[in-house]
């Protein structure tokens, strides 16, 4: 059965006045329809990538301790870590495979607090010595 409804409506995407045949009818053309679609698809991505960056600043904000004025330089990058802490980049590296490692992501750059990373690095990798007992070789 055909519809011989004749229905001026807006566009959505375009604002121009056409002539819709369904009543459920929201844009001009299929073009129209796709370009929306993209928006809608676009700001999607862009609040979620806004909501993350939030999420991750708030958890940033919480982890780090308060930074003292006395000392600007409180985040390190890796190599100035590994020069502080006598370590090898490379050690460092097989470190940060470890989620619990603390590390700051900022943009694409890795920094890190080292007032933390050693405490860290102090209670994970401490070695403690055990008490052995020594058997006297020495004859009587």
Not at 118 to 136: A, G, L, N, Q, W
Request: proline content about 3%.
């Amino acid at each position: 059965m055909s519809s011989n409804l004749n229905i001026k409506k807006v566009c959505q995407h375009c604002q121009q006045i056409f002539i819709a045949k369904k009543i459920t009818t929201k844009f001009c053309s299929l073009v129209c329809a796709q370009r929306n679609y993209k928006l809608k698809v676009q700001q999607a991505k862009l609040q979620k990538a806004e909501s993350e960056t939030a999420a991750v600043v708030t958890g940033i904000n919480s982890s780090l301790p308060t930074t003292n004025k006395d000392h600007p330089k409180e985040l390190l990058d890796i190599t100035t870590l590994a020069y502080v802490t006598t370590l090898s980049e490379r050690t460092l590296y097989r470190m940060m495979e470890d989620p619990a490692f603390p590390k700051i992501k900022i943009d694409s750059n890795l920094r890190f607090h080292k007032e933390t990373v050693i405490k860290y690095i102090i209670e994970k990798y401490t070695v403690y010595e055990r008490k052995s007992k020594k058997k006297d070789n020495s004859r009587r």
